[in-house]
């Protein structure tokens, strides 16, 4: 009930124009975001990597409503690709496509996609597609495979294990050389589509993990590479204990190198699982969000750990 609230509440333009006008809300916020700044964000990455961890920047942004915002978003994204570039840090990028106009025209977001993958490339990284709610997952694997087709190697997406379809669009992608970030899935979906129970979505969280470590095994996908930017092919994304324990066991079980196998957690999530894996050989990325439209992504956050809602009441008594 409070998660569907809440997740309501990350989309609702009314509740956003509220409630970004609070400052306590921004500072309970900031536990999961960056700064407001790619300097605040490169700050956090430099940190990252002296612990031996990988990262992924987000430039903060969905949903954009006008084309001069998505092509803005697109510069500024580009803008981040080069600073990466400069400075040498273990970092690629993620983004989401409604950022830079998916939900607006079709062929400005696959222009704007270009004009990132084009960036990309000069400066030797690797884009990461987020997966948004289901309105947008066809269009997101279209615009995937046609990077795949224009001959861009520097992408992958990400699969949600509480979609039914995540199976059968695993197992296709996996034969076209894919790469993934598997997750649970943060968006409200029906029942229609999505498993509403949280036990069936962590054992299809597992029965993808198997596909892809198998996959990983068998195709002779290449593992991490030496700059930290491209990842393998299973990068997990969550910090359920259990989950990485399956991986983990399971890898070991069918002979898998560690470096074949990347955890991935959000940045002020669970930072202890981070060093733990760490220290157990595995490749770890944190997400690292910066910039100023972080109300949608915060707002997720609170939904998956209605608990996060005593940080949000706690900043509010201390403003
Ligand atoms: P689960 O919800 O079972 O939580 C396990 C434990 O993790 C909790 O007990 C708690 O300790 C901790 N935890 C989880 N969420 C927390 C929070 N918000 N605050 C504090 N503690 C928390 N989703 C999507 O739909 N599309 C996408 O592209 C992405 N991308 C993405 C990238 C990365 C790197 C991660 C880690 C996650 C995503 N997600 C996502 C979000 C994902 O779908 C999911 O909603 C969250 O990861 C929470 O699920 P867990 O797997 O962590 O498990």
Known sequence: MIKSLLIYLSKAAWARAIVTKWKFVRQAASRFIAGDNIEDALVVVRELNKKGINATIDHL????TSTEDA????NDI???LE?????????NVSLKLTQIGLALDFDLCKQNLVAIMDSAKENNNYIRIDMEDTPYT???IELFRFLRKLGYQNVGLVIQSYLYRSEGDIKELICEGARFRLVKGAYKEPKSVAYPKK???DKNFDNLTKIMLDASLKENFSGLSSDGRIPPLPGLGTHDPNR??????YSKEIGLSKDMLEFQ???GIRRDLQENCVKEGFPVRVYVPYGTHWYPFYMRRLAERPANLLFFIGNYFKK
């Not at 942004?61 to 954009?64: D, Q």
């Open 138 to 140: 066809d269009l997101t």
């Open 244 to 249: 990485i324990k399956y991986a983990q066991d």
């Open 71 to 74: 092509i803005r978003a697109t």
């Open 83 to 91: 600073e990466i570039g400069c400075c040498e840090i273990r970092a």
């Open 265 to 267: 957690m959000l940045y």
């Open 199 to 201: 036990a069936d979505v």
């Open 61 to 64: 942004g969905e949903s954009t």
């Open 78 to 80: 580009r803008r981040l």
